[in-house]
């Protein structure tokens, strides 16, 4: 699939490159210019493209509907905040290229931000961020892939501790493109306790391997008939509604039938342990305290993961915690050895090019032909 166009191709071959260049230890220099190339060439691709991406007709159709003059609560089946960002940005300049490229600045570029800021070696940041990442939940996904970059500043900002209204005001703005973070709320209203866990390696993978049991005997099962039973009491609160419309089948259409969950789910579980497995030995490398902040993230991620086997749609709520794996990585790659990132990188590059084919293979009609406003 990657051969058959060639923005995609060369996209990967220059990540894959970079992180190449990071494993040989070559000049700084040709490293920060390997990583600008990549950061420039994933804005262009995300920002300049035309009817390539999920979900283009609905969220195109939105930007043509709304208008200053006309009433927010007409368009009940978007986020607020969200329309609120269409009208904006249609304000300020009436294009929706031009839209394109502000989403794209509030959701990838602070990715950009974040990896460059945060993490020490942002190329293999950036490639996992590409393989893992780009294709399903930033190509398209508007209003998701602004909540996931600003809940991914979030965790940073609550690790430092800055004043809540600083960390307030980015988990309302990532509510308000995407209401799905809720299901981070708890993490953050109980984050020193949180922050004060220990991690044991024997009980994160004993918890895993429960998780997995419940989710093969039909977790999400008993956990959406009740959030059903509850959005039926009261059918206007809309994130009852909304997590209601996923266990009663209505986006199921959406899941191609070649896929099947509970292999797919195996596949990524086993990803997810080497991933963990690689993080561990990093951390006791290095007892990097936001490394381990992030694990913890990163862990219950995949534990919300394997609760719903059987359950793909609601398994991309656990991105919201996965997320944090692109940083994780860019922080401990400092802490290996040249042999060690010798040793590692070839499941990195296998693992990022299944992920990569993978993610643009699943919907080709949405990918394929890549057109852009360019050419």
């Known amino acids: 699939m990657l051969a058959n166009n060639s923005i995609y191709t060369y996209l990967y071959i220059f990540s894959l490159l970079a992180v190449v260049i990071e494993v040989m230890g070559v000049s700084c220099r040709l490293r920060i210019f390997f990583t ?34 006309s009433s927010l609560f007409d368009i009940y089946h978007f986020d607020l905040g969200y329309v609120l960002l269409n009208i904006f940005s249609k304000y300020i300049y009436n294009d929706y290229s031009f839209y394109l490229i502000v989403n794209t600045v509030l959701s990838s570029c602070l990715i ?24 399903i ?9 602004i909540a996931i970059s ?53 009980f994160v993978f004993c918890a895993i391997f429960v998780s997995i049991g419940f989710g093969y005997f039909g977790f999400h099962g008993l956990l959406m008939s009740a959030i059903s039973s509850l959005s039926h009491i009261n059918p206007n609160f809309s994130i009852l509604t909304t997590i209601s ?27 997810r342990m080497i991933m963990l497995s690689i993080f561990f030995y990093g951390v006791k490398k290095n007892r990097d305290l936001l490394s381990i902040y992030l694990l913890k993230i990163y862990i219950f991620g995949v534990i919300l993961y394997c609760l719903f086997i059987g359950a793909p749609l609601l398994q991309v709520l656990s991105i919201y915690f996965l997320i944090v794996e692109i940083l994780i ?38 990918f394929f032909p890549y057109k852009s406003i360019l050419f």
């Open 329 to 366: 990585i860019s922080r401990v790659w400092s802490y290996f050895s040249k042999n060690e990132k010798i040793f590692i990188f070839p499941y990195i590059a296998i693992n990022g090019t299944l992920s990569y084919n993978s993610s643009l293979s699943i919907y080709p009609e949405l």
């Open 112 to 135: 950009f931000f974040i990896l460059l800021k945060y993490g020490n070696y942002p190329a293999i940041g950036l490639f996992i961020f590409l393989t893992n990442y780009i294709p």
């Open 150 to 202: 600003c809940i991914l500043l979030l965790y940073i900002f609550s690790f430092y501790n800055k004043k809540i209204i600083y960390r307030l005001s980015i988990y309302l703005f990532a509510f308000f493109q995407h209401k799905t973070v809720i299901v981070v709320a708890p993490i953050l209203l109980l984050n020193r306790l949180f922050n004060r866990l220990n991690l044991n390696i024997w």
């Open 137 to 145: 939940h930033f190509i398209g996904s508007n209003r998701r892939s």
């Open 36 to 69: 600008s190339l990549i950061m420039f060439l994933i804005f262009g691709m995300i920002s300049l493209r035309w009817e390539v991406g999920t979900d283009w007709d609905t969220y195109f159709d939105l930007y043509n509907i709304v208008d200053i003059n």
């Open 245 to 271: 419309d996923y266990s009663e089948g209505i986006y199921l259409d959406q899941t191609p039938d070649a896929i099947d969950p509970f292999f797919q789910s195996f596949l990524s579980i086993c990803k």
